[in-house]
C-alpha cells in the first residue's frame, strides 16, 4: 500500500511538475485550464443566486463576452473576442478532448521544433480558424438565418494548427497509435481533414470550418519553417554564407540491402525513443535521443 501512495504521489509530482513548467504547452494547457474552471464558477454563481443571463444563443452571461460572434457588429464590438475564443470551452468533454490533443500534438511538435514557435502555431493557428468562421458564416447563404446568434467557442482551430505545423514540417514523421499501429503525420492529418471536410452539412458546421482555417495555417507555417522562412525582418538583410561542396573519394553506393538494414534500425530507435517519450514525457530523452528525433523529423 505504500508504494501504491509513492506512486500516486510521483504522479502527482510529474503532473504538477508539467502544469507548472515554463514549456509552452504547459503554459497554454494551464490558461485553458484557468478559463475553463471560471466558466464553471460563473455557472456556479448563477446557479446560486438563480441568476438568469439571457444572452443571444442562450450562452451564460461570461461566455458571450469571450466567445467569438459570427456577426460582423457583434464582433466589432467584442473584437477580442477573436484571440478569447481560443482559451473557452463550455463542456468538459470539449474542454478534456482539446487538451488532450493540444498535449499530444504539442510534445511532437516540441520534439523537432522550440517553444516560441509552438506559441506562434498556437495562437496564429487560432485566429486563423476564427477568421474562417467569420468569413464563413457572412458569406455562404446557408448560414444567413443563424448568423445573430453563431458563436465559436474553444481551442481546436489553434490545436489544428500546432499538429498541421509539425505535420507540413515532417510529414514523414511516424507515430504509433493504439489499435492502428504505426502511421505517418501526414496520412494522420488528411483523415482529421477529410472528417471535417464530411461534418461541415452535419451538428457545428462553425466548428468544422474553424478546424479547417486552423490546419490551413499549420500547414502554410509549417511550410515557411521547413523552407526556413521566418517572420523576423532582420533575416531578409543576413547574409548566407556559401556552402562548400565536399568530395568524398570513398564514396561507395548503398545496396538494397544495406538501405533496408539502415531503415529498419532507425525504425526500431524511432520506437524506442516514442514510447520513452509517452512514459516520462519529452524532458526524459538524452541529448542523444533529441538530436536523433530531430533529425528523423527533419527526413
Request: proline share 3%.
Amino acid at each position: 500500500m505504500f508504494n501504491q501512495y509513492q506512486q500516486q504521489g510521483g504522479f502527482l509530482n510529474r503532473f504538477f511538475s508539467f502544469m507548472f513548467s515554463k514549456q509552452a504547452v504547459s503554459r497554454l494547457i494551464l490558461i485553458n485550464t484557468c478559463v475553463y474552471l471560471l466558466v464553471l464558477l460563473n455557472g456556479l454563481n448563477d446557479f446560486l443566486f438563480n441568476i438568469k443571463d439571457v444572452f443571444p444563443g442562450g450562452l451564460p452571461a461570461l461566455v458571450y463576452y469571450l466567445a467569438l460572434p459570427a456577426d460582423l457588429i457583434q464582433l466589432v464590438a467584442r473584437p477580442w473576442t477573436a484571440f478569447t475564443t481560443m482559451f473557452l470551452h463550455a463542456s468538459f468533454w470539449h474542454f478534456l478532448l482539446n487538451m488532450m490533443m493540444l498535449y499530444f500534438s504539442g510534445v511532437i511538435f516540441l520534439s523537432v521544433l522550440n517553444q516560441s514557435k509552438l506559441w506562434i502555431s498556437y495562437i496564429a493557428g487560432g485566429f486563423a480558424g476564427s477568421l474562417a468562421f467569420v468569413a464563413a458564416y457572412n458569406f455562404f447563404p446557408a448560414f444567413e438565418n443563424i448568423l445573430p446568434i453563431s458563436y465559436a467557442i474553444g481551442a481546436s482551430a489553434a490545436v489544428m494548427a500546432v499538429l498541421f505545423t509539425i505535420a507540413a514540417y515532417s510529414p514523414n514523421m511516424s507515430l504509433r497509435l493504439f489499435l492502428f499501429g504505426q502511421i505517418q503525420l501526414k496520412y494522420l492529418a488528411l483523415v482529421f481533414v477529410l472528417i471535417d471536410v464530411l461534418s461541415i452539412t452535419a451538428a457545428n458546421p462553425g466548428g468544422h470550418i474553424a478546424h479547417l482555417g486552423g490546419a490551413l495555417f499549420g500547414v502554410f507555417y509549417g511550410l515557411m519553417l521547413r523552407k526556413k522562412i521566418s517572420f523576423s525582418i532582420s533575416s531578409l538583410f543576413k547574409r548566407k554564407p556559401r556552402m562548400k561542396k565536399k568530395v568524398n573519394s570513398n564514396f561507395r553506393p548503398e545496396t538494397d540491402d544495406d538501405y533496408r538494414n539502415r531503415k529498419a534500425a532507425e525504425n526500431k530507435r524511432l520506437d524506442a525513443i516514442l514510447d520513452k517519450i509517452s512514459k516520462g514525457g519529452y524532458e526524459s530523452l538524452t541529448k542523444e535521443e533529441k538530436d536523433f528525433l530531430f533529425r528523423h523529423g527533419k527526413k
